[in-house]
């Protein structure tokens, strides 16, 4: 599960993330970090819809290579 402190530095830094959810890279969530309580985080997505997310999947920087979730 993706921590507090990282969550509000993505946040602060406006970091566009991508949230891996599974293995296909057609399924994620690109955005960036609103809010987040314990178990759910908000993403706004570039056509500014929000999208509730499991904060115990993948959250890295969307200008990094994607990672492979199973792993």
């Not at 402190?5 to 969530?29: H, S």
């Not at 985080?41 to 969307?62: E, G």
Request: no cysteine; net charge neutral.
């Amino acid at each position: 599960m993706i921590s507090e402190e990282q969550l509000d530095a993505y946040r602060q830094a406006g970091t566009k993330i991508r949230v891996v959810r599974d293995i296909l890279e057609r399924n994620d969530v690109i955005g960036i970090v609103v809010a987040w309580d314990d178990e759910h985080a908000l993403i706004r997505r570039q056509n500014r819809r929000v999208v509730q997310v499991k904060r115990t999947y993948l959250f890295q920087p969307f200008d990094e290579e994607r990672q492979n979730p199973i792993i």
